[in-house]
């Protein structure tokens, strides 16, 4: 019988990368998650950024501030990632987002996902799939090893 997989969490606004096979956790709350791994090595990282702060989304626009944070964020993961796992060469990633269910907030969600991905693309990531959840609590499970992504959508387990 096989040991079971480790499992870490990671907070809104922050990133985790690995090079073992664990998996990387998130729960999502008006956030987004950057889920990057490489097709053949078994790298990758979990980025957790936020849509806004919850039950404050009613702007849809977002923020110069917000938008070079979260940039500066994935630019730091992606060169920590690239140092760590350097023999990639098929980096991918699949975003998965909670956003409350209301126009502004879906717009604004719609918006970071672009941006993210037109910036994995720029960095030559090939972005494989973009989701945004309306239910209140989601979680993502994500092993890099795999390429493997499971949300949880309140109670109910689904592989992406």
Known sequence: MSE???ELLVAADDY?????????CARLN????????DAVEEHGALLHLRLATPGQSRDPNLTDNTLSSDL????R???ELAAASPRA???QAKLVAQTEDQASARVRCEGLQAFIGACLQDAGIRLVSSLAHLEPT?????RPAMGQLRTELAG???QG
């Open 72 to 75: 500066a964020l994935l630019d």
């Open 89 to 91: 060469q098929h980096w």
């Open 138 to 142: 989601v979680g993502v499970r994500f």
């Open 30 to 37: 008006s956030s987004l998650v950057v889920c990057l791994y």
């Open 156 to 158: 109910v387990l689904a």
């Open 16 to 24: 985790r990368i690995v090079t073992e096979d664990q998996v990387l």
């Open 4 to 6: 079971p997989v480790p």
């Open 77 to 79: 993961a992606l060169r």
